[in-house]
C-alpha cells in the first residue's frame, strides 16, 4: 500500500509569489490535514479537510489555503509568501477524522527568499 | 486550550544506556497521546499511541510509555538505546472526541553516542 505521498518535496520561491503544495493520502483515506513545521514554532496545525470540506482550521492567516478534490488529494496555497514561510510542510492523511490515525507524509521544503 | 511540554530540548547518552524523553500535557477530560520520530529531513513516523484501555503502550522497536492521568504525563523511555534512534521525538495531544487535531510539544533530540 502506497504512503502519503507529498509533491514537490523541495521548493524555493521568491517573497509575493504565491506556491502550490499538492497531498495524495493513502488509498481509502477521507481526510487529510496540514501542519507546518518551523524552528522557532514548531509543529503547528493548519487545516483538515474530510470529504472536500474544511472541518478544522488552524490559526494561520488568510494567505493560507486549502482544497480537497473528490478522490481525496488534497492542495494547500500560500498566497504572498513571505521570508516566515520557510518551513517544512507536512501532511497526514488518516481513514476518519481526527489524528487518531494520521500517517504523515515526508513534506514539502519550501524555502521563500 | 491544549499544550504539551517536553522538558528536554536535548538529551545525549551512550548506546546501551536507558533513556527517559519527558512530556506533560494540560489538563483535560479526556486525551490522546502520541509520540512521534523524526529523522533528519523526514517527515514524522508514529511510534506508539495511546487512545484508551492499558496506560503501558509499547512499540515495536523497544519504546514504551506510560499515561498518568493524575500527573498529566506521557514519558517516553527505552531500557537500552542503539546509535540508530538518533532522532527528533515529539510528543502530541488531541481531544479525545472524534475531530481534533493535534497539538505537539517543542521536541526532544536525543543523540546516542557510542
Known amino acids: 500500500k502506497a504512503g502519503v505521498t507529498q509533491t514537490p518535496r523541495y521548493l524555493i520561491k521568491t517573497r509575493g509569489q504565491q506556491v502550490t503544495l499538492s497531498c495524495s493520502p493513502i488509498?481509502?483515506?477521507?481526510?487529510v490535514s496540514w501542519y507546518q513545521q518551523t524552528p522557532g514554532q514548531g509543529l503547528q496545525f493548519l487545516f483538515e479537510?474530510?470529504?472536500?470540506?474544511?472541518?478544522n482550521k488552524g490559526n494561520f492567516p488568510g494567505r493560507f489555503s486549502g482544497r480537497q478534490f473528490s478522490n481525496s488529494r488534497s492542495e494547500m496555497n500560500v498566497s504572498t509568501l513571505e521570508l516566515g514561510d520557510s518551513a517544512l510542510y507536512l501532511c497526514?492523511?488518516?481513514?476518519?477524522?481526527?489524528?487518531?490515525?494520521?500517517?504523515f507524509g515526508s513534506g514539502t521544503r519550501l524555502t521563500v527568499v | 486550550a491544549q499544550s504539551v511540554t517536553q522538558l528536554d530540548s536535548q538529551v545525549p547518552v551512550f548506546e546501551e544506556a536507558p533513556v527517559e524523553l519527558r512530556c506533560n500535557y494540560s489538563?483535560?477530560?479526556?486525551?490522546?497521546l502520541f509520540w512521534y520520530v523524526q529523522y533528519p529531513n523526514q517527515g514524522l513516523q508514529l511510534l506508539l499511541k495511546?487512545?484508551?484501555?492499558?496506560?503501558l503502550v509499547e512499540s515495536i522497536n523497544g519504546f514504551e510509555a506510560e499515561f498518568n492521568k493524575s500527573q498529566t504525563s506521557f514519558h517516553l523511555r527505552k531500557p537500552s538505546v542503539h546509535i540508530s534512534d538518533t532522532a527528533e521525538y515529539f510528543c502530541?495531544?488531541?481531544?479525545?472526541?472524534?475531530?481534533?487535531?493535534?497539538?505537539f510539544g517543542k521536541g526532544t533530540k536525543l543523540t546516542v553516542n557510542p
Open positions: 497526514a492523511s488518516s481513514e476518519k477524522q481526527g489524528a487518531a490515525g494520521y500517517t
Open positions: 488509498s481509502g483515506h477521507r481526510s
Open positions: 479537510y474530510f470529504s472536500e470540506t474544511q472541518r
Open positions: 489538563s483535560s477530560v479526556s486525551v490522546y
Open positions: 495511546y487512545l484508551s484501555g492499558s496506560t
Open positions: 502530541a495531544v488531541s481531544d479525545g472526541g472524534g475531530s481534533e487535531k493535534l497539538v
